[in-house]
């Protein structure tokens, strides 16, 4: 479930070149079913278009031309937040000084609500010794001033000025509302659904893995503040907001894609992948014209023994047994060289590989274990990082 939902941000567009990112800010917001205000300074709408925000926002956007009354003093009482993205040099300095002479700074002067400034400037703008003042006596009246990322400016010059990133910036508002981010600054790497392993041009061997626990584990990093990286097979789930996401189909695609993120600090490897190839596959489709026909399998590339080799990450296994579960999952995890591995029990109480539910056992190779009763697969994907933050304290 989002954590975000029904948090009603106030949105401060000023006048940048970084005025386009608000655009994206605004979907990642409204796709985790957050209420989304926009205000617009006058500047701001030289750079993007108001229709575009408000389309985007569902709601009117706020302009000094279409004021028809008290509206500020309403969004002092009414916003759970307001977050100004992005923030230019004269937003800082006016609201520091608590200039209210626009309709933007006239609503952060009456607005009492948590205030996130994301800045966006030139680099000698920001490190100049007005715009510095103003950031610390806002910081002094407990507004959270996120510095700008380093790099290749509008300018052509190189600096901090950047607008950082969106994902950052979210992260920094549920920190202002108060909400638990345990994973901030964690590298998460998961793997989810299917994999596919091809007959021919038009036929596959797969499985009937929907990824909805590895993309509802996504989700839940997601919500705890990791940067998450999804590698996902073949399946028909819209991507979590926040989420980097890379569609791979075959088992190999899936252990080169994962390989590429060995600097992570979690994986989960949740996948369903495929244990056997056809050794040869059809250039094509394999007519019927046989009573049948014998395919030469052979043993895929082991994903998870591949990468503990070549990782310091803590190492997540899933297992799915229909007999001596906890032994044969004991014994994965000790062979594929796991740090904890999660048992599905996928004939249990209607906990199906494609259902909405699981009901799992998580063992580590400390000898801790937990039992997590049938529940729906977001809370117990919670559960599950929640055993893999506690293994680390």
Request: charge should be neutral.
């Amino acid at each position: 479930m989002d954590n975000l939902k029904d948090k009603k941000i106030l949105l401060c567009v000023t006048g940048s070149i970084a005025a386009f990112k608000a655009c994206e800010f605004i979907r990642l917001l409204r796709k985790q079913r957050c209420i989304v205000k926009v205000v617009m300074s006058n500047s701001a709408q030289d750079f993007i278009g108001k229709l575009s925000l408000a389309a985007l926002s569902d709601n009117e956007v706020l302009t000094e031309s279409n004021q028809s009354g008290l509206e500020h003093v309403k969004f002092a009482i009414e916003f759970d937040a307001v977050v100004v993205l992005p923030a230019t040099a004269n937003i800082l300095c006016k609201a520091g000084s608590g200039i209210a002479d626009d309709i933007i700074s006239t609503i952060l002067s009456i607005c009492e609500q948590p205030k996130l400034f994301a800045p966006a400037m030139n680099f000698r703008m920001w490190q100049s010794e007005a715009t510095q003042q103003a950031v610390e006596k806002l910081k002094d009246q407990k507004c959270v001033i996120m510095k700008p990322e380093e790099g290749a400016l509008a300018s052509l010059h190189t600096g901090e000025g950047r607008l950082p990133d969106l994902h950052e910036v979210i992260n920094e508002l549920r920190q202002m509302l108060h909400i638990k981010t345990p994973l901030k600054n964690k590298k998460i790497l998961i793997s989810a659904g299917p994999t596919r392993e091809n007959i021919d041009p038009v036929r596959f061997i797969s499985n009937r893995s929907s990824g909805k626990m590895g993309y509802a584990i996504a989700q839940e990093a997601r919500n705890m503040g990791a940067n998450v990286q999804l590698v996902s097979g073949p399946v028909s789930l819209e991507t979590p907001a926040e989420v980097n996401i890379f569609n791979v189909e075959t088992s190999q695609q899936m252990h080169d894609e994962m390989s590429k993120h060995l600097d992570s600090d979690i994986i989960i490897m949740c996948a369903a992948v495929s244990d056997y190839k056809v050794e040869k596959t059809a250039n094509e489709k394999i007519k019927s014209t046989k009573s049948s026909i014998s395919l030469d399998l052979h043993p895929t590339t082991d994903i998870i023994k591949s990468l503990a080799k070549n990782t310091e990450a803590i190492i997540v296994a899933f297992a799915l047994e229909t007999s001596n579960g906890k032994k044969n999952a004991l014994k994965k995890l000790k062979d594929k060289g796991a740090d904890i591995i999660v048992l599905n029990h996928p004939s249990e109480d209607g906990c199906g590989i494609d259902s909405n539910y699981n009901k799992v056992s998580i063992l580590s190779i400390d000898n801790k274990s937990y039992e997590i009763n049938k529940n729906r697969k977001d809370r117990v994907a919670k559960q599950i990082l929640e055993f893999v933050i506690n293994t680390q304290d």
